[in-house]
């Protein structure tokens, strides 16, 4: 049976903190699967420069990922029922409250272990916020 990993996130101008995220990620399973949010359901950041479209093609495009979808616009867990997913990877930075997901997952019928990826890449264009602050400082 295929190990499924799940990861999610925005991805919105890819760097080097995300693909750790999900080498990382892909290390717990044998397929990687990776959620790309929708520009409509971000609500907890700035909406992202990127539009998903692209988004999507760039995460598609990185070698540890098996395959990559956009995230639903009106259920965030639709993707997961039809994944399936053995493992829900969350990056050491996302705001996921492991017990509140485990349940909300348990309430829909969804076994999945969740694990927080610990690794992260400390530099200094590792952060999409960083990166878009030095743009903004860069500019004449």
């Not at 053995?86 to 485990?102: M, R, Y």
């Not at 999945?112 to 400082?137: G, L, N």
Request: proline fraction near 5%.
């Amino acid at each position: 049976m295929v190990r499924r990993v799940v990861a999610t996130g925005t991805f919105d101008i890819l760097h080097p903190g995300h693909v750790l995220y999900l080498c990382e990620a892909r290390k717990h399973g044998d397929e990687l699967w990776v959620i790309v949010a929708r520009e409509s359901t971000i609500k907890h950041k700035r909406k992202p420069l990127i539009p998903e479209e692209q988004r999507l093609f760039m995460v598609q495009s990185l070698k540890c990922v098996d395959h990559a979808v956009l995230g639903s616009e009106t259920d965030m867990f639709e993707p997961i029922r039809q994944i399936q997913p053995e493992v829900i990877a969350i990056g050491f930075n996302q705001h996921w409250n492991e017990n509140e997901l485990k349940k909300q997952l348990a309430e829909r019928g969804i076994k999945a272990e969740i694990v927080r990826i610990q690794t992260s890449d400390h530099s200094p264009y590792a952060s999409s916020r960083t990166i878009r602050q030095k743009i903004k400082e860069s500019d004449p």
